[in-house]
């Protein structure tokens, strides 16, 4: 039998997700954060990315195992009975996720420097169009790219904004990052690319002035960017973890699979 891990427990402020809480503490022994070496959380995706920055931002990075109690759950496993959730975790598969490093400079001069887990993206702050130069490992690729918006996602982010906007999925262990044009103006035909992971990105904001631009790591927003530049953050690795048959890689296998 599989070592069971010293666990930690978060919850979300939800009714749901607060009642599940109660139900888990009286299931079996909880330690501080500090002392873990899992968490459990429970909520939805937008909780796991939190809990996720949380660790990114201030430690300890140790796994996370979520319990979705939220709406889609990508990043999750399905909730049930909690009798059994020490055993779960102790079965669990393991997934490394590798953050984007995001360092965007403002019209300012301010440098600003954030982790994103699903994606990087540039989005027009006006009604009029945004104008970005688009350079990939110090080339310039596209001199003019004019759209809503582009983004950078990495494979756990894939499923997310990136395909709303007609991203490609990424499976896990790719080693790929999409780069993907939200409403592309110009060239009209240029419906993004897969990129090695070990890809350096670069945007500069042209006209910003007339089409100023906003640059968002996940849930964190910068308004008035001059420049960014996105690559994989390879110091700072997460793990998430998964039931087995349930884990990431499959769920993003069911995606393409959706009609």
């Not at 427990?9 to 009642?19: E, H, K, N, R, Y």
């Not at 393991?94 to 301010?110: E, H, K, N, Y």
Request: glycine residues 6%; charged residues 25%.
């Amino acid at each position: 039998m599989a070592k069971r891990p010293r666990l930690a427990l978060l919850a979300s402020l939800t009714d749901q997700a607060q009642a599940a809480a109660a139900v888990l503490t009286k299931a079996t022994e909880w330690v501080s954060l500090d002392e873990a070496e899992t968490v459990v959380v429970l909520g939805g995706d937008g909780f796991m990315l939190q809990t996720l920055h949380q660790m990114l931002d201030h430690g300890p990075l140790i796994p996370a195992y979520g319990l979705n109690l939220g709406t889609v759950g990508f990043l999750m496993n399905k909730h049930r009975s909690s009798r059994d959730i020490a055993d779960r975790v102790a079965r669990a598969r393991r997934i490394d996720v590798a953050p984007l490093a995001m360092v965007a400079t403002t019209q300012s001069g301010a440098e600003h420097r954030f982790c994103a887990i699903n994606e990087v993206s540039l989005l027009r702050e006006t009604r009029q169009t945004a104008k970005l130069e688009v350079t990939v490992n110090g080339k310039i690729r596209i001199p003019e790219l004019a759209c809503d918006g582009v983004l950078v996602a990495t494979p756990a982010g894939s499923t997310a904004y990136n395909l709303s906007a007609n991203g490609p999925i990424l499976p896990l262990g790719s080693a790929m990052l999409a780069l993907t044009p939200i409403s592309p103006f110009r060239p009209r035909r240029w419906r993004g690319a897969i990129l090695p992971d070990f890809s350096e990105i670069r945007f500069r904001v042209l006209e910003p002035d007339k089409r100023p631009v906003a640059a968002v790591a996940d849930q964190k927003e910068l308004r008035e960017i001059a420049e960014v530049s996105v690559a994989i953050d390879a110091d700072k690795r997460l793990t998430l973890l998964f039931d087995r048959g349930h884990s990431l890689d499959e769920r993003i296998v069911i995606e393409q699979f959706q009609v």
